[in-house]
Nanobody, 126 residues
């Protein structure tokens, strides 16, 4: 069982930055495929934002956040991060951390993820 707890959301102006954190419980953190998803206001689906492959550290991003967001992990702290720079109004959403079964492949498909955090609100507004 893996428990995920996000933090770091808040209100930021366009062009600003935020860093989200997701702390995970459990002893298999180093082999967990991890990802961030988001759900914008009024949207009924949760969309892929970024993922990190546990086996070689490769990172993957949704096209609209490439070059602005960075996903990273600290295995010593059992934490995954999402650094968000040059934030835009359309980045406003609830952001969720997710993990798949230890040792499995990464995926942009939310239905493949087994564990989810409670979400943290990010609001970009002037």
């Amino acid at each position: 069982q893996v428990r995920l707890v996000e933090s770091g959301g808040g209100l930021v102006q366009p062009g600003g930055s935020l860093r989200l954190s997701c702390a995970a419980s459990g002893r298999t953190f180093a082999s967990l495929p991890l990802a961030w998803f988001r759900q914008a206001p009024g949207k009924d689906r949760r969309e892929f934002v970024a993922a990190l492959d546990w086996s070689d550290g490769s990172t993957y991003y949704e096209d609209r956040v490439k070059g602005r967001f960075t996903i990273s992990r600290d295995n010593a702290k059992n934490t995954v991060y999402l650094q968000m720079d040059s934030l835009k109004l359309e980045d406003t959403a609830v952001y969720y951390c997710a993990a798949k079964t230890a040792g499995s492949d990464w995926s942009p498909d939310k239905t493949k993820y087994d564990y989810w955090g409670q979400g943290t609100q990010v609001t970009v507004s002037s």
